[in-house]
């Protein structure tokens, strides 16, 4: 539980800035959606306000129990989020040709967002087991890479190609942290090259293909799989410097942005805050990143600062790639911007993982 030392050890910084995130996400919902017909906008803008309160809950409550738990649970609650992903393709709902939410009544839960956390405990709690200086070896990596294959498949069949990626750069990154023998890195850098061209012609969807292809050219379909991206480039444009002003972005009020309030959201925000907001957003992610980095290097165990690595490197990387996609310079894999894209298993999942970084802090002189 929670004593002195713990509470002066609150990051109060990571709360700020978590909270300024919320302000823009609600607030930019909102605008996204005014130009909607049927008043939609509030709606969806109250919704997320109602999953950030909830993701503060539980990022509050993870940070009253001792983040050490995880270590002796790591495995229960990897089992977990893989029983909730062969649920999901069970008896999940259909939904433009995709399964990946479970229906829960009042709300739909989407699996696959949470078992990127279980994909951060599990590995924590595997490599600071089997601690080394001198790096893994192939032999060392394989449990790890058959873990991960677990939830990468069953992702990837959903399908939900953009996931299926993160849960692949979230275990790399946290494989690089903890370190690996040059041999081996030279070896698994050449696999995953023929696992990229194998990919191309045996696994990926038509679609997924198109996407890429779109990627390279988007102006060889600008009414089809390159509408997404033109328009997000327009409305990335026609913000300038300083932006229309708020709820005067008309890429969006008139509905030439897809997905506005979802994956294409920060089109909407930069359209209407320009170059400057969109900067000063990034940085909210680099103060945001900043800390965890400062809470990482300051932990009591591996297992901690490996934990804390895992949740920055999955903001890092949907930061990274949801930015990248809407700007053309990435293909459109259906990222969602943490902590500001409409949806609450992500911010859920996101806020979650945020505790986990408040939890480590809290405890880095606690020896229990």
Not at 187 to 199: K, Q, R, T
Not at 236 to 249: A, D, E, N
Not at 281 to 301: C, E, K, P, Q
Request: hydrophobic content about 55%; proline content about 3%; glycine content about 10%.
């Amino acid at each position: 539980m929670i004593g002195k030392r713990e509470i002066d050890n609150f990051s109060w910084g990571l709360i700020a800035v978590i909270f300024l995130l919320g302000i823009v996400s609600t607030s930019t919902i909102y605008s996204a959606l005014a130009g909607d017909p049927s008043g939609a906008g509030a709606g969806f803008a109250l919704k997320q306000a109602i999953w950030y309160c909830a993701g503060f809950v539980a990022m509050l409550f993870i940070s009253l129990f001792n983040y050490r738990i995880l270590e002796k649970w790591g495995y229960a609650v990897f089992m977990a989020c893989l029983l909730m992903l062969v649920a999901v393709l069970l008896f999940g709902k259909l939904v433009a040709g995709s399964r990946r939410w479970l229906d829960l009544g009042v709300f739909a839960l989407q699996p696959s967002e949470f078992a990127k956390i279980g994909a951060i405990i599990v590995l924590a709690k595997y490599y600071s087991i089997s601690m080394t200086v001198q790096g893994y070896n192939m032999r060392d990596l394989f449990a790890p890479v058959l873990l991960m294959l677990c939830p990468f498949v069953l992702i990837l069949v959903q399908p939900d190609l953009g996931t299926a990626l993160l849960i692949g750069f979230i275990s790399i990154s946290i494989t690089l942290f903890v370190k690996v023998e040059k041999k081996t890195l030279i070896i698994s850098v050449l696999c995953g090259i023929v696992v990229v061209i194998s990919a191309w012609f045996f696994l990926l969807k038509e679609y997924q293909k198109q996407r890429i292809m779109t990627f390279l050219n988007p102006e060889h379909d600008p009414l089809g799989s390159g509408y997404h991206v033109i328009q997000s480039k327009i409305a990335i444009g026609s913000g300038m410097l300083f932006g229309k002003g708020y709820l005067k972005g008309t890429q969006s009020h008139l509905s030439f942005l897809p997905e506005q309030h979802t994956d294409f959201i920060f089109s909407v925000f930069t359209e209407e805050w320009g170059f400057v907001g969109a900067v000063t957003l990034l940085v909210l992610y680099m103060i945001l990143i900043a800390i965890g980095l400062n809470i990482a290097n300051n932990s009591r165990d591996h297992f901690g600062t490996v934990l804390c690595i895992g949740v920055l490197s999955m903001i890092f990387w949907q930061v990274f790639i949801n930015v990248g996609m809407i700007m053309g310079l990435l293909p459109v894999v259906g990222v969602p911007l943490p902590l500001i894209s409409y949806g609450g298993s992500s911010v859920l999942t996101t806020l979650i993982g945020c505790g986990i970084i408040l939890n480590v802090g809290m405890r880095r002189f606690s020896n229990s």
